[in-house]
């Protein structure tokens, strides 16, 4: 009984703690007793916005009202309303720090979310995402009856009618999750030139929310922004070499890089068939596992996610605490990359994952690490498979105002286009695209393509793990881009968590166009594996996750934290 009793005090005591340390840091100045069962939107998990949607706290309207900027016109005219309307994204997505997280909202996602609540009321909810607003990179189609525009962040795309939503946004929709808007992002994915990440000629530049002006990383750069500071409960984004681990990692979230062929590309505006892949940036690995279970599976128009097992599996079931016990991890150094900063914090998590019962191998070098380091065959890959699958993807739309068909057209657009597209003095490259106009599929192709495969899977991460009888690699996810390129070509998967923060005594860099590096950039910490080994890194995410709780131990700068919150709409 009295162990019970003082149980009972020490979790009182921890809860009043967290709330007067962590609760009134999260919502800066606001009242928050009279509403104390609402969730922070800052933080909110998808399971806290489903009970609290469930126990009708509040509606998916209420919450689209607060994550949405528009709708405004065509439902209410009234001044508070329009307030509470433009809220969060309106906060700081054009005025304030002007993050230009967001490129569109979703004209349709007000009636969506009323469809919702009226048939979660009458019928229950879909899924564990029914009524969730969830936001797109402006790489993934959506049907055009929403009102949205699919552009990768380039005007030559906009208006273009895709014949259907991405699968992915299709298995978003089925589920029940609101698909809010869609977010800005390194046009094309990074693949035009030499640009800063974040910036496209639709969304201009976007920036981090932890340091004025900083580089939000990228190419999944909005759907990371508008995450971590809550503009939604959660985001899709996509990677071919690096862009959902690293603006997850930059921006603060968990991210999952899954297996090309775990999820469906198709009605995503490719790079490359190879290595492309579309996965959750999320705010816990709990959020980005109940998303990544949804968005999977086999699709007949990706014959790629064929190579999966026959059934999904529900990847919630991963969140186990001890999951990191008797678990092998290795640490090729090579490839951690040169940050003091965070080779000290990655030194500090080995000794926090050893402490929960892993065992880790340091080092375990890739055996072919130098090769790897000096291949240059991943850039003829993508480059001769962007020029094809670009192609393929304009040609299976059904509408483009533009006329642009190929790459040649688009190379013509963006110089017919210059005051949108080549913007000096920072975004006048496209040499990208012009090194991949020049490619043909022929012998040299074919002979790299299958180099990445032996070097990244055979000689790169399956034989390391082999070699080492590791279950995953770990690393730093800021600064290894080496060891995501063995990733990126093998087409492996990789779960990143949070891992720490630049210290305050780091100088900022110069803006050129963004700040490089700036006290309180957030770093990660990169769990990767073999094929569809997906569950099992969720699993060593997890527990390190709840082991060290590190995303809430720095917010966002005060400016870039969005004050509206539900209490500012229920009812209004
Ligand atoms: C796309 O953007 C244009 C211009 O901003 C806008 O008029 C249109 O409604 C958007 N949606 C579609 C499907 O074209
Ligand atoms: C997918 O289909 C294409 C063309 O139909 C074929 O060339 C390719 O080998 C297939 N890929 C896989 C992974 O099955
Ligand atoms: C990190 O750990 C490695 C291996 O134990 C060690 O060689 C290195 O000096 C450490 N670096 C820092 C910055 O702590
Ligand atoms: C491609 O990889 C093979 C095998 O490692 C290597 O011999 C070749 O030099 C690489 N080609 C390029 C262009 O890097
Ligand atoms: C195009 O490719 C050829 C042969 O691969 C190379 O010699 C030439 O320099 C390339 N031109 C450009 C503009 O990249
Ligand atoms: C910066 O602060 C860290 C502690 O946060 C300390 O270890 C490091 O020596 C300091 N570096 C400089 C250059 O002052
Ligand atoms: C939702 C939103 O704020 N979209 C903006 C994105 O950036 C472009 C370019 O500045 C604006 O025109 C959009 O209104």
């Given at each position: 009984m009295q162990k019970v009793f003082s149980r009972f005090i020490l979790v009182f005591v921890l809860v009043l703690v967290y709330q007067v340390f962590v609760g009134s840091a999260l919502v800066p100045g606001q009242d928050v007793s009279s509403h104390a069962a609402l969730p922070d939107l800052y933080e909110a998990s998808i399971a806290e916005l489903q009970s609290g949607l469930e126990q009708g706290l509040f509606t998916s309207v209420d919450l689209v009202k607060v994550d949405s900027t528009f709708c405004i016109h065509s439902l209410d005219n009234d001044q508070n309303v329009r307030q509470a309307y433009f809220a969060r994204i309106d906060e700081v997505n054009l005025q304030g720090p002007t993050l230009r997280a967001v490129i569109e909202m979703n004209p349709s996602a007000?009636?969506?979310?009323?469809?919702?609540?009226?048939?979660?009321?009458?019928t229950g909810p879909r899924s564990a995402l029914h009524g969730i607003p969830i936001l797109l990179k402006d790489n993934i189609a959506t049907e055009a009856s929403d009102g949205m525009n699919t552009t990768a962040g380039s005007f030559a795309l906009l208006g273009s009618i895709p014949p259907r939503d991405a699968t992915v946004a299709a298995k978003l929709r089925a589920a029940g999750a609101v698909l809010l808007g869609k977010a800005n992002l390194s046009e094309w994915a990074h693949f035009r030139g030499n640009l800063a990440?974040?910036?496209s000629g639709r969304g201009g530049q976007a920036t981090c929310p932890y340091f004025p002006q900083a580089d939000p990383s990228g190419s999944s750069s909005g759907s990371g922004i508008g995450t971590a500071i809550g503009l939604t409960a959660a985001a899709l984004g996509s990677e071919t070499d690096g862009s959902i681990i690293s603006p997850s990692s930059r921006n603060n979230l968990v991210g999952i890089k899954p297996t090309v062929g775990r999820t469906s590309r198709a009605g995503v505006i490719p790079i490359s068939v190879h290595q492309d892949t579309v996965g959750p940036m999320a705010r816990s690995v709990a959020d980005a596992a109940a998303i990544l279970t949804i968005i999977s599976g086999r699709d007949p128009l990706d014959n790629f996610t064929f190579a999966q097992p026959p059934v999904v599996p529900d990847f919630s079931k991963a969140l186990k605490p001890n999951g990191l016990k008797g678990v092998r991890l290795g640490v090729p150094r090579l490839f951690q990359g040169s940050d003091k900063n965070i080779i000290a914090a990655f030194n500090a998590s080995i000794e926090i994952i050893r402490g929960l019962g892993a065992t880790v191998v340091d080092p375990a070098e890739f055996p072919d690490a130098e090769e790897i380091l000096a291949s240059n065959n991943e850039t003829i890959v993508l480059d001769t498979?962007?020029?094809?699958?670009?192609?393929?993807?304009?040609?299976?739309?059904?509408?483009?105002p533009t006329g642009v068909t190929d790459l040649a057209d688009l190379i013509a657009f963006n110089i017919a286009h210059a005051d949108e597209e080549l913007i000096p003095p920072f975004y006048t490259d496209q040499s990208e695209f012009i090194e991949a106009e020049n490619t043909t599929v022929d012998a040299a192709y074919y002979a790299a393509l299958a180099a990445d495969k032996d070097l990244g899977q055979t000689r790169g991460i399956d034989g390391t793990l082999k070699k080492f009888n590791l279950d995953a690699i770990l690393l730093p996810s800021e600064g290894t881009s080496f060891a995501r390129v063995a990733a990126a070509i093998a087409g492996y998967p990789i779960v990143a968590v949070p891992l720490g923060f630049q210290p305050d005594n780091v100088t900022a860099t110069a803006a050129d166009p963004v700040i490089e590096n700036?006290?309180?950039?957030?770093?990660?910490?990169?769990?990767?594996?073999?094929?569809?080994?997906?569950?099992?890194?969720i699993t060593y995410a997890f527990a390190y996750e709840q082991?060290?709780?590190?995303?809430?131990?720095?917010?966002?700068?005060?400016?870039?934290?969005?004050k509206t919150q539900l209490q500012d709409v229920i009812g209004k």
């Open positions: 007000l009636s969506q979310a009323a469809a919702l609540d009226a048939e979660r009321k009458a990440s974040g910036f498979d962007f020029k094809v699958d670009v192609k393929n993807y304009i040609s299976g739309l059904l509408k483009v700036a006290p309180g950039l957030p770093f990660g910490l990169a769990f990767m594996g073999t094929a569809f080994s997906e569950f099992d890194l082991a060290t709780h590190t995303r809430l131990k720095r917010l966002a700068y005060p400016a870039a934290i969005p």
